[in-house]
């Protein structure tokens, strides 16, 4: 079975200073990962994606994150916070037809 | 609480031929997603209401697709025609909108069109 969890529901950072978002995951087969964002009143936007080619993934805005096969992880990771950065962030795993949402993490930026 | 109900769960047709999803969201949820999500890639989305109106469907291929939400609760997507590149899962999701961020967001199990 496929699950996504997403470590912490809230979190909050200074302007400026390095943002860490924490994914595990478990599944079955091979999987693809993901990061999406949610800026208010959008729909999801692809941040990053893994799909069994290089570890560590770039994504857009400056965005990586890393995807450790013995820890189960795929933490989102950015070394400097800024206000724009302010959303909802869901890692998602999918595999075949299916797709696993996680509960989502607010990213809260302070000046 | 009754999840998000997408119909059919499956569906084949011929390249050419016309088809349609259906969707009912979670009671009470303003605001309704149509994703699509081809094989070994995350779900793109398509189109986005806002109760009846359309807040975003910049991602939607204007010329084959279209969606309503005339009453703003359930919704329907059309695909017409269909190209072989549509196979795909649509997903219909739904959410709450509070102070302009969206709450429990709920996918459907999503219609596997295959596309022949």
């Known amino acids: 079975a496929q699950s996504v969890t997403q470590l912490d529901s809230h979190v909050s950072v200074s302007e400026g200073t390095p943002v860490l978002l924490r994914c595990n995951y478990s599944s079955s087969y091979s999987p693809s990962l993901f990061w999406y964002v949610q800026h208010p009143n959008k729909g999801l936007q692809l941040l990053l994606k893994y799909t069994s080619a290089a570890t560590l993934v770039k994504g857009i805005n400056g965005f990586e994150a890393e995807f450790k096969k013995s820890e189960t992880s795929f933490h989102l990771t950015k070394p400097s916070a800024h206000m724009s950065d302010a959303a909802e962030y869901f890692c998602v795993v999918t595999s075949d037809d299916k797709i696993i949402f996680g509960k989502g993490t607010r990213l809260h930026i302070l000046p | 609480e009754a999840g998000v109900a997408q119909s059919p769960r499956y569906k084949i047709i011929e390249k050419r031929q016309s088809v349609a999803f259906w969707c009912n969201p979670i009671?009470?949820?303003?605001?309704l997603y149509w994703y699509q999500q081809i094989l070994g890639q995350g779900p793109k989305l398509l189109i986005q209401?806002?109760?009846?109106?359309?807040?975003?469907d910049s991602q939607l291929p204007k010329d084959r697709f279209s969606a309503e939400r005339l009453k703003g609760v359930d919704s329907t997507l059309k695909i017409q025609p269909a190209k072989l590149e549509d196979s795909a899962v649509y997903l219909c999701?739904?959410?709450?909108?509070?102070?302009?961020?969206?709450?429990?967001?709920?996918f459907g199990s999503g219609t596997r069109l295959t596309v022949v």
């Open positions: 209401f806002q109760n009846n109106g359309v807040v975003d």
């Open positions: 999701a739904s959410s709450l909108e509070y102070r302009g961020f969206n709450y429990g967001y709920t």
């Open positions: 009671s009470g949820h303003a605001t």
